[in-house]
């Protein structure tokens, strides 16, 4: 039996939750054995393979939800917060870096500072360094330097996940 | 009819035109001029000039209200570049009409001369009134879609959906239809066909009058078709994707607003939950425990040198040569061996076996093996080992 280029980094990679990116070899190897790989991932731990032209990754049943709401939290106050600042903030979150420093401006002068405190994972500077280390070890972000990263295409996931919030909302006020 | 001079007109318009500006602002906003709005206006300017306003035929009455005449609305409208987006059914109305009089010129070309001229000077007329409307809706959305992007008046984001889904799906994508080249039924090819015919009889027709006219819409056409081209670019280059992209960052930042009003009652995506080879795992603390309870009682533990019971065995060949000799002829050498061994010893280890076995290659051994003969199996202690059956029949000179 051959498996193709690659296999056991995309099985590795998948695996431990990573974000596998368009930029990345094994995301083409991916693209081009889409339906052996789903099957793969199906057959093997019952996982679902999601490929899109921005990230592909794996889904089950048996997911992280308190990282995941995390992860949302961290991306729904940082959108929000460029807004405020007059920023386009999908522009922003799509091209530009970040410094750590900014981040925290953010954070700390931010109206939701109850919401903020009240969450383990970004309660302070030090929790919030810790999370960002997470985002960019499931590719998430990609650190450009000890206090510098820039979001990934893996940031769409979360944006697709905004915008279904307000077509549910739409379509449950149509029915 | 008008009973003055344009010149005063235009002269009044020049020195009224505050109250006037304010007078459109007002029908922009609510279609006509209320009559109590009107005298508020006229009196806070200190200005008597409804009369000539009525007179000048710059106002007409809608019942007791009042509204600008759409030929001075629209002057006021161009002057100040304030076009509003006009809906594509407004500006499709020429396709109509270009295509009647279109088809009209070519069913009845020779035929009555100065009507064709009359239909050719309309039809280029028509033709630069479509263009115009497109270019001041296309302007008019640049600027509404500027507008909306740096929320000037602070509307929300939802509201900033519903106008920007409004533009795409009402004005801008059907707008696009219209100056969709490619498509048959869109007016840009319907002047495409008209460039085509005018070329044509601009050099190949009898009548000068009319070959001038051709000539004359031939070029307007070139002019006009570059322009809409522009103008097709700018909606799908320019427009379309900042107004996609105000309604696709409208649409997330609303669905993080309202994520975040609840962020620990709803439903998250789903991410995977990492499962790596821990050096800590659950049962880590009872395997630790179990280690370390072996060390808790703390008996003292004697060791002992190992003593070494059994001597060291060494085959002695002469004494087992003679046993041999003394046996001849062995008609199963390994059956001998092992036979030999048991009655020296209690236990046969397969060492002493096979020192024993060695006597078989002794050179002064005369042997015989059948190769057809079955082999034997004898049993050393666990050991089972298959062997094939040699017979000894001298050794030596003997």
């Known amino acids: ?175 | 009819m008008i009973q003055v001079e344009p010149r005063t007109i235009l002269r009044f318009l020049l020195e009224h035109f505050e109250p006037i500006h304010e007078l459109y602002e007002i029908q922009v906003g609510n279609g006509v001029i209320n009559h109590e709005v009107l005298d508020e206006i006229l009196a806070r300017n200190e200005n008597h000039i409804k009369s000539q306003l009525l007179d000048y035929k710059i106002l007409s009455p809608v019942n007791s209200d009042f509204e600008i005449r759409t030929v001075y609305y629209n002057l006021i409208e161009f002057i100040l570049s304030e076009f509003k987006p006009m809906l594509p059914e407004t500006i499709e109305k020429y396709h109509t009409s270009i295509a009647e009089l279109f088809r009209k010129i070519r069913e009845q070309l020779n035929g009555d001369k100065v009507i064709l001229n009359n239909r050719l000077s309309e039809l280029a007329n028509e033709i630069r009134a479509f263009y115009e409307m497109v270019e001041k809706n296309t302007l008019s959305l640049l600027n509404e879609t500027r507008e909306l992007k740096a929320n000037v008046k602070k509307i929300d984001y939802r509201e900033k959906i519903v106008r920007a889904s409004r533009w795409i799906d009402e004005y801008i994508i059907p707008l696009n239809k219209i100056l969709d080249i490619n498509h048959s039924a869109s007016i840009a090819n319907k002047l495409y066909d008209i460039s085509e015919y005018s070329n044509k009889y601009r050099l190949n027709f009898d009548e000068e009058s009319s070959r001038i006219l051709f000539e004359k819409l031939y070029f307007q056409l070139i002019q006009v078709n570059d322009n809409l081209l522009r103008q097709s670019k700018i909606l799908t280059n320019e427009l379309l994707p900042l107004i996609e992209r105000i309604r696709t960052e409208s649409i997330i930042l609303t669905g993080w607003i309202t994520f975040l009003k609840n962020p620990y009652k709803r439903k998250v995506p789903r991410i995977l939950k990492r499962k790596e080879i821990s050096v800590y795992s659950a049962s880590t603390f009872f395997n630790a425990a179990e280690i370390f309870e072996q060390f808790k009682n703390d008996t003292d533990v004697y060791f002992e040198d190992e003593q070494n019971d059994d001597e060291k065995w060494i085959f002695d060949k002469e004494h087992y040569t003679e046993k041999l000799r003394s046996n001849l002829p062995v008609k199963d050498f390994f059956n001998w061996c092992n036979k030999t061994l048991k009655e020296e010893y209690k236990k046969v280890e397969i060492e002493k076996f096979f020192a024993l076995t060695t006597l078989a290659f002794d050179e002064d051994i005369e042997r015989e093996f059948d190769p057809k003969a079955d082999f034997e199996k004898i049993k050393i202690n666990d050991l089972t080992i298959t062997v094939p059956k040699i017979t000894i029949n001298k050794h030596g000179i003997s």
Do not use: W
């Not at chain 1, 990934?152 to 379509?171: L, R, W």
């Open chain 1, 1 to 175: 039996m051959e498996f193709p280029n690659h296999h056991r980094q995309i099985v590795e990679d998948l695996m431990s939750g990573k974000f596998v990116l368009p930029q990345e070899r094994s995301f083409q190897v991916l693209k081009e054995n889409e339906q052996s790989y789903t099957y793969f991932f199906k057959a093997s731990f019952n996982y679902e393979l999601k490929l899109t032209q921005d990230y592909a990754y794996l889904i089950s049943d048996e997911s992280n939800e308190m990282l995941s709401r995390d992860m949302c939290i961290f991306i729904a106050l940082l959108s929000y917060e460029l807004d405020r600042d007059g920023k386009n903030f999908l522009e922003r979150i799509q091209f530009s870096e970040f410094e750590i420093e900014e981040i925290e401006n953010y954070f700390t002068n931010s109206s939701y500072i109850d919401l903020i405190l009240s969450n383990k994972q970004l309660k302070d500077t030090d929790s919030r360094k810790n999370f960002i280390n997470t985002l960019n070890r499931r590719n998430i972000i990609e650190k450009t330097a000890d206090n510098r990263f820039s979001f990934t295409s893996a940031h769409k996931f979360f944006m697709d996940f905004a915008s279904d919030i307000v077509k549910y909302e739409t379509a449950e006020k149509d029915e």
